[in-house]
Structures are given as structure tokens and as C-alpha cells.
């Protein structure tokens, strides 16, 4: 059974930081492409960042210069260094475990942690 378990969200005033963490089980970590993603109210579920499991990084040009995305396989868990937080980061945060293999893809979903940037 996949499980992807999310923490670290929370309420932060603007220019605050935060580190939101994603302990992954029931899959081969080190072999998956890891990302967060962030839902507003109303909005689409869109890619903040994601690292290869060759630890290749992206992120959306909104986060670029703020944020970093990391993972550490030995404990199977990805994070995401937030910092110079603006309101319209306020999202729910959604942790994503991606591969594809053989024309097959498995995507896994953690139940998301919420962001409230406000002052």
C-alpha cells in the first residue's frame, strides 16, 4: 500500500518561511520522480516543483528564486524550503510520486497540507 503522508503547512505571515516534508512508504523512493503541487480555492492543481531521481530539479517561474525542492532517499522523504512567502502562495500542497515505465505510469498523491500566507 502507497502512502504519502504530508506536514509542515501551516499559517505564516508574508516574507515568513516554511518547510513542508512528504514521507513516502510502499514504493522504491530512490527510483521516483518527486514533486509538490498546489491547489487554490477555484483554481487548478498546478506543479510547483519536482526532482528526477537524479536529483534534476524544476520549478514554476511564480517560485523560482524562493522555494526549494530536495529529497533524501535514505529516508524516503522530499521536502520543500519556502521562503519570502507572498498570499498568493496560499494553497494546499500536494505531495506527487511519479514514473512512468514500460508505456506505464503510476502516480501516487498524498492527502495535501495546507499554506495560509497572511498577515
Known amino acids: 500500500q502507497v502512502q504519502l503522508v504530508e506536514s509542515g503547512g501551516g499559517l505564516v505571515q508574508p516574507g515568513g518561511s516554511l518547510r513542508l516534508s512528504c514521507r513516502a512508504s510502499?514504493?522504491?523512493?530512490?527510483?521516483?520522480?518527486m514533486g509538490w503541487y498546489r491547489q487554490a480555492p477555484g483554481k487548478q492543481r498546478d506543479l510547483v516543483a519536482d526532482i528526477s531521481s537524479g536529483d534534476s530539479t524544476n520549478y514554476a517561474d511564480s517560485v523560482k528564486g524562493r522555494f526549494t525542492i530536495s529529497r533524501d532517499n535514505a529516508k524516503n522523504t522530499v521536502y520543500l524550503q519556502m521562503n519570502s512567502l507572498k498570499p498568493e502562495d496560499t494553497a494546499v500542497y500536494y505531495c506527487?510520486?511519479?514514473?512512468?515505465?514500460?508505456?506505464?505510469?503510476?502516480?501516487?498523491w498524498g492527502q495535501g497540507t495546507q499554506v495560509t500566507v497572511s498577515s
Open positions: 510502499g514504493i522504491i523512493f530512490s527510483i521516483y520522480t
Open positions: 506527487n510520486a511519479h514514473r512512468e515505465q514500460r508505456m506505464r505510469t503510476y502516480d501516487y
